[in-house]
């Protein structure tokens, strides 16, 4: 029997509480703030964790305030958002096709994007604005096809991930013919911006993300009672009262929004949104699609990923998506063989 709680307010409203979700939430926000610390203490002028506080609190000297609130605080603030916006998305995608491998990088959303960003860089030479923007149109643009071929009275988990890989061999196909394409500078610019990397974000890319995660959030975990009955079928989630494609459509559409402005900002950072839900729900040991606890992973894999990036290679500063790929990958043979041990697969 799981560990809840009932809260109840004066008025008669009552709130169930999972005790161990609350928890794992707790400590990896806890994880997550201490990581942006020493991340911000990191780089060619160390500042220690207690220095970094006093000047995040307006104690700092002249020096440290403009290395910590210009230069270094921008790029956390992008990666924890990144991070939590993929790994919400990630969840939404996951719960809504009720298949674990329902992630924006397998279902085609982060090549959509990728694809986006290559026409203005290849094509229009454009800017980092415009490179953003397309990556934003780009990846909503591939989500609108996937929902489309998927739609036979109503959008279905197994055909959902069916349309997602088919529009993402196409896409990567096409996003292949641009590269041929681009002169070199335009294709070492390209193939930088696809590996995904935090370097040079400025404050420019926060305040855009954040506004669009801070009414995307509530918007989403305002429908996570619909989502949660949803993952029992749709006849089931029809006679308990849920509009599911209303819902359904609305989840989806934030999930898309949520992953290409992600993308936008940090590049395609591969395999975050698959599996911080995935280790979210391993934390909580729960059923539901764990929202707040997958949000809260991915936004502590990143800003962990970020710091390794930067300090577990000698003199060698990698972009993080090769440490996100690298980790991803090892978690998938390690979830692979353990899989293959339970007899499941």
């Known amino acids: 029997m799981r560990n809840t709680r009932t809260l109840r307010t004066p008025g008669g409203l009552s709130l169930r509480t999972d005790v161990r979700a609350l928890t794992v939430v707790a400590v990896l926000l806890l994880a997550a703030s201490a990581a942006s610390v020493v991340l911000i203490g990191t780089g060619d002028f160390p500042i220690s964790f207690g220095d970094v506080l006093k000047t995040l609190a307006g104690n700092g000297t002249a020096g440290q305030?403009?290395?910590?609130n210009e230069l270094r605080l921008p790029r956390v603030l992008v990666g924890l958002l990144v991070g939590a916006s993929l790994g919400l998305g990630g969840a939404l995608f996951q719960a809504i096709s009720r298949n674990p491998l329902g992630s924006p990088d397998v279902l085609g959303l982060s090549q959509g994007s990728t694809s986006g960003a290559l026409v203005v860089i290849v094509l229009m030479s454009g800017s980092a604005t415009q490179v953003t923007v397309g990556a934003l149109i780009g990846g909503l643009l591939t989500g609108l096809a996937i929902y489309l071929l998927a739609w036979k009275q109503?959008?279905?988990?197994?055909?959902?991930?069916?349309?997602?890989?088919?529009?993402?061999?196409?896409?990567?196909?096409?996003?292949?013919?641009?590269?041929?394409?681009?002169?070199?500078?335009d294709a070492t610019r390209a193939v930088v911006w696809m590996t995904g990397s935090l370097n040079g974000r400025d404050w420019s890319q926060v305040w855009p993300l954040l506004a669009l995660c801070a009414v995307l959030v509530p918007l989403v975990l305002a429908n996570a009672r619909g989502l949660r009955m949803m993952e029992m079928g749709d006849d089931v989630s029809y006679a308990l009262g849920v509009r599911v494609e209303r819902v359904r459509m609305l989840l989806m559409v934030s999930a898309v929004l949520l992953t290409a402005a992600a993308t936008a900002a940090a590049g395609p950072v591969s395999f975050v949104a698959l599996t911080a839900p995935q280790l979210a729900r391993r934390l909580t040991r729960s059923p539901g699609p764990n929202l707040v606890p997958s949000l809260c992973m991915g936004a502590t894999l990143l800003v962990t990923a970020d710091w390794a990036s930067q300090r577990a290679f000698g003199a060698d500063q990698l972009p993080v998506g090769v440490v996100t790929g690298v980790l991803g990958g090892v978690y998938l043979l390690w979830l692979l063989v353990t899989e293959r041990k339970a007899g499941r697969i």
């Not at 305030?65 to 910590?68: E, G, H, Q, S, T």
């Not at 988990?157 to 394409?181: C, D, E, Q």
């Open 65 to 68: 305030d403009f290395i910590v």
């Open 154 to 185: 109503g959008v279905h988990g197994y055909r959902l991930v069916l349309a997602g890989i088919g529009v993402s061999a196409i896409v990567t196909a096409v996003n292949g013919y641009l590269l041929t394409k681009a002169d070199l500078v």
